[in-house]
């Protein structure tokens, strides 16, 4: 049962109960009942709450969560260079999705974790992800970072299905990390919220 509350007249705030065995939930909100969702955050198993602050004034917000599930890769740790720049790219774009997946085996199955993850250190803030998409059914592929010294792993990356390569620019905390890749699929949506903002 998701539920919200406007803690100010431009601040929302969420709350709901997380779905046992998720990988975890998705937060989204539209600006009216039937629109397209955008989503605001992919909250780790346990989060059962979110803030929507600093809204726009006297506007209609529509919220929805839907867990999601799906089998990690195995993981990769990484330890990029040091240095702050992101150099230009020339020649082919290496940071750009490659979908030549088509996988035979339903992401309920832990079989369809994808398998061969590599990751190549391009320079001091960049590093490409590759892999073998195994699973025939996903919504698509997550690219999932742990940075050193933090307890959970966060989403880096949403990316179509059949996606086997991405190239993704870090950020500043990501100097060292663990990486994992995970195919998902997205469970049925809760009950919409509503809230009409007040004026600033």
Do not use: C
């Amino acid at each position: 049962m998701l539920k919200s509350e406007l803690t100010s007249p431009v601040d929302v705030t969420l709350h709901w109960r997380p779905e046992a065995g998720s990988a975890g939930q998705v937060v989204e909100y539209a600006n009216t009942r039937d629109g397209d969702y955008t989503i605001l955050e992919f909250a780790t198993p346990a989060k059962n709450t979110y803030e929507h602050p600093d809204l726009i004034p006297e506007t209609e917000f529509y919220y929805r969560v839907r867990p999601y599930t799906g089998p990690a890769s195995v993981t990769v740790d990484v330890t990029l260079p040091p240095g702050d720049e992101v150099p230009e790219i020339e020649g082919p774009d290496w940071t750009a999705p490659v979908k030549t997946g088509g996988g035979g085996t339903p992401v309920a199955s832990p079989e369809a974790a994808a398998a061969d993850l590599k990751a190549e250190v391009k320079h001091a803030n960049g590093i490409l992800f590759t892999w073998q998409d195994r699973a025939s059914d996903e919504d698509g592929y997550l690219i999932e970072v742990r940075p050193a010294g933090a307890a959970d792993y966060r989403v880096a990356v949403q990316l179509d299905p059949d996606t086997t390569s991405y190239g993704v620019i870090t950020l500043p905390d990501e100097k060292t990390a663990t990486y994992r890749v995970r195919a998902f699929r997205f469970g049925s949506p809760s009950n919409l919220t509503h809230q009409t903002t007040g004026k600033a």
